[in-house]
């Protein structure tokens, strides 16, 4: 089946799509309180009139009239979502001090001087009575041993001005206004030892119960006897926790093409769900009883998610299994391209802002280049018979190659770089990563109950991390490991990606259109690269 053929069976794809496009020319036209929103909707109200009375005509016009009207109230519902999310983080803060009550709501980031915590600000008192504000913030608080001691749900009451986000200098390349307006944040405020203090706080929530026990893993790992690179990378894998990594590390797996070892994504989540997978096998054996068996799975992934902070490319993870555990038991034919697209589509519409999100790019991108590619590398290794270890490697190595396919364009753009050498570093990482996290969450069970078996094991944990670090420095190291091209623009991403849809078109249906179509895009490329 060509790929063209694939995507055009995929109906909600193309929706889903438009409905992406209405973001992004959001984003382009965005201005606060702008009548533009209204004019969003009553498009997307003829739109949906018109898609309501062709959705069920038989003339070939028609037909196309409900299709361009569905792809019409996408985009418009798209936009719409955009601007209204904008147009409630945007917030206008009093120009003079004031008292603010606000809860922390991620784990605090130490640094030097600072200590970063991203609150919910709700409520502000204003004379004698609080307002309700109800906003995000970036709260800068000197560091010290109260600051760094707080954690998710703590409540702390400060004084001072709030202010827009904005960027602290004009010769910084990096927009922090933008990224932190797309993080969702309205404000940030700096705050020194006595602007603030701890109030007595409620009980917190399960979100906040489940990020509190990471700080308490990163704690344990802390004192173990892991050393600083074995501790970022113990952190970094099981928990997305980044802090204890140096400079020198991250530089490291970046030119052995290991980033994506460090960052929580659909690898991470596929490993910890065949494991569980496997447990759950031995633990609830009757087929009577799947249904109980992957429920179990599935609440265990989404605890997950919340000890990890859920950031977007776990959320897409989990989200994909829940989706396709369901479609499973309703109609026991599910489509993994779909259940992506349908992901995309519910977590777009919950929070539109994460289309912004590199790690929502890369891992969208990834995904969706590995379905759509993995029929045709299932089809070449099932038809030459290649044996079962052989075939595992050849796995890993295909879809190495389609991850690569699907994201580094976006590499390229947000980034700057490639690793040459990313096939190699995967066939030696993947299978080590699988012991890694098995062993990881043995180590946590013997950790809690304090049993003496975690030191021997912690051990071994340091062991292993030490030979990943050291053979992937070893090839970071070598000639021309990455390629470095510092300035490749959104528009350069986007012909690069349809440089390759007509490469591989024409690859696998030798069609002699669709090599035309790549040169004439190669051509666009190069323009884009030397304007």
């Known amino acids: 089946m060509a790929i063209g053929e694939s995507i055009q069976q995929h109906p909600l794809l193309r929706l889903v799509i438009s409905y992406i496009g209405g973001i992004v020319l959001a984003d382009a ?21 018109i898609a309501l009375l062709t959705h069920r005509a038989e003339r070939p016009t028609l037909r196309v009239t409900y299709g361009i009207a569905a792809i019409a109230l996408f985009a418009t519902l798209g ?13 206008s803060w009093p120009t003079d001090e004031h ?11 130490s640094r030097s001087r600072t200590t970063l915590c991203v ?32 954690l998710p749900g703590d409540v702390i009451c400060f004084r001072g001005k709030v202010r827009p986000p904005h960027n602290f200098s004009d010769e910084l390349t990096f927009d922090y206004a933008r990224h932190i307006t797309l993080q969702g944040a309205s404000g940030t405020i700096y705050l020194s ?15 906040e119960r489940m990020l509190r026990l990471s700080h308490q893993l990163q704690t344990r790992y802390m004192r173990s006897a892991f050393c600083d690179d074995g501790l970022g990378i113990l952190a970094a894998l099981s928990l997305g926790d980044k802090r204890s990594l140096s400079d020198e590390l991250r530089t490291i797996y970046a030119d052995a093409g290991a980033s994506h070892i460090l960052a929580l994504s659909g690898l991470h989540v596929g490993v910890l769900y065949a494991i569980l997978a496997f447990v759950m096998r031995g633990a609830v054996p ?21 000890l990890v902070g859920m950031p977007a490319s776990v959320i897409r993870a989990v989200s994909m299994c829940t989706l396709y555990t369901l479609a499973r038991w309703i109609s026991h034919d599910s489509s993994p391209l779909h259940t992506l697209t349908l992901t995309a589509l519910i977590m777009l519409v919950l929070r539109p802002l994460y289309l912004f999100d590199v790690s929502f790019q890369l891992s969208f991108m990834s995904m969706a280049s590995i379905l759509i590619l993995a029929p045709y590398v299932e089809q070449f290794t099932t038809s030459r018979s290649v044996p079962h270890i052989p075939a595992y490697f050849l796995g890993i190595i295909c879809m190495s190659l389609a991850a690569q396919i ?10 700057g770089t490639f690793p040459t050498y990313f096939l190699l570093t995967n066939l030696l990482v993947i299978p080590d990563l699988f012991v890694v996290l098995l062993l990881t969450m ?17 051990q071994l944990l340091q062991h292993l991390t030490q030979g990943i670090n050291t053979c992937l420095s070893h090839i970071a190291h070598w000639p021309h490991a990455v390629l470095r091209t510092p300035h490749f623009s959104s528009l350069s991403a986007l012909l690069t990606y349809t440089v390759l849809f007509f490469i591989i078109t024409f690859i696998i249906q030798r069609r002699p259109r669709a090599l035309i179509y790549a040169l004439a895009s190669l051509l666009a490329l190069s323009v884009s690269l030397m304007v």
């Open 29 to 49: 036209l965005y201005q606060p309180s702008s009548s533009l929103a209204l004019c969003s909707m009553m498009v997307g109200i003829i739109a949906l009139l």
């Open 79 to 91: 936009y719409t979502s955009y601007t209204l999310t904008r147009d409630f983080n945007h917030y």
């Open 99 to 109: 008292t603010y009550e606000a809860k922390v709501i991620e784990l605090p980031r």
């Open 119 to 150: 609150v919910h600000i709700h409520a502000m008192r204003d004379s004698s009575a609080w307002t309700p504000i109800h906003r995000k913030a970036y709260a800068y608080l000197a560091t010290d041993t109260a600051s760094t001691s707080l």
């Open 193 to 207: 030892h006595d602007r603030w203090r701890r109030i007595p706080t409620p009980h917190p929530t399960l979100r």
């Open 286 to 306: 009757s087929r009577r009883l799947r249904w109980l068996r992957e429920l179990l799975i599935i609440a265990i992934l989404w605890l997950f998610a919340l």
């Open 406 to 415: 699907g994201t580094f364009p976006l590499s390229l753009h947000h980034f």
């Open 442 to 458: 043995l180590w946590w069970i013997l950790a809690l109950t304090h049993l003496p078996q975690a030191t021997l094991l912690g």
